[in-house]
């Protein structure tokens, strides 16, 4: 069973408000990623963090940004939610310097009106 | 450009009948090949991966077959359930820093 979080589970939220997502894993992994998912469809990396103070741009461009201000806290925000960003963020983690189990939490539902 | 290709998108099996889901990579330098199932509302989970240096491995119902040369890899399930019905999502990836490559998945549909 996998310990990473990640609230909420669903939100439903108006054009123009600042949104964040949270994700947190109690496993010490140092390697933490966010995917954008359409439910049911690829995955696609939106952002990824070797470890504390450390962020790097996925291969789908993203209005969206996060930190990495302690290990275990990868949060994304995004400034002003638009119902393009209508979508499934799914947040991982796995240990760094290994090809390890990549855990995936649960997933945020996101809807923007 | 697409790394890793997978089909098909979606499969329907019978119960008790294998289900075989197929996916072709491009980059040698790939050392990593995982499938996940996912539930719908759930996230990814890893079932089995396998490493190039094997050419099968079999857990349970599940088993990877890699070959190398042709660069592509399956999973077979064989004894498919009804509880089986999953997105089934193959990836790769290039040595301990390398970020995972998915396919773009496979909906599995068991029928009873």
């Known amino acids: 069973e996998a310990d990473i979080y990640q609230t909420p589970r669903y939100l439903v939220i108006g054009t123009g408000k600042k949104i964040t997502l949270e994700c947190s894993q109690t496993?010490?992994?140092?390697?933490m990623y966010w995917y954008q998912q359409d439910p049911g469809m690829e995955l696609h990396l939106i952002h990824y963090?070797?470890?504390?103070?450390?962020?790097e741009k996925g291969d789908l461009s993203s209005e969206s940004t996060v930190s990495r201000i302690r290990t275990e806290h990868f949060p994304l925000t995004l400034e002003s939610a638009r119902p393009s960003h209508t979508s499934q963020y799914l947040c991982?983690?796995?240990?760094?310097?290994?090809?390890?189990?990549?855990?995936f939490g649960p997933g945020t539902r996101l809807t923007v009106l | 450009q697409q790394q890793v290709k997978q089909s098909p998108q979606s499969l329907i099996v019978q119960k008790g009948g294998i289900s075989i889901i197929n996916c072709a990579y491009e980059?040698?330098?790939?050392?990593?090949f995982p499938w996940y199932q996912q539930f719908p509302g759930k996230g990814p989970a890893l079932l089995i991966a396998?490493?190039?240096?094997?050419s099968e491995k079999k857990e349970g119902r599940f088993t990877i077959s890699f070959n190398k040369s042709a660069k592509q890899f399956s999973l077979h399930i064989m004894d498919s359930q009804p509880g089986d019905s999953a997105t089934y999502f193959c990836?790769?990836?290039?040595?301990?820093?390398?970020?995972?490559?998915f396919g773009k998945g496979t909906k599995l549909s068991v029928k009873p």
């Open positions: 496993m010490g992994h140092d390697k």
């Open positions: 990836a790769a990836s290039r040595g301990s820093q390398g970020n995972l490559i």
């Open positions: 963090s070797y470890g504390v103070n450390s962020t």
């Open positions: 396998i490493r190039p240096d094997v």
């Open positions: 980059n040698t330098a790939f050392d990593y």
């Open positions: 991982a983690s796995k240990k760094a310097g290994s090809t390890d189990t990549q855990y």
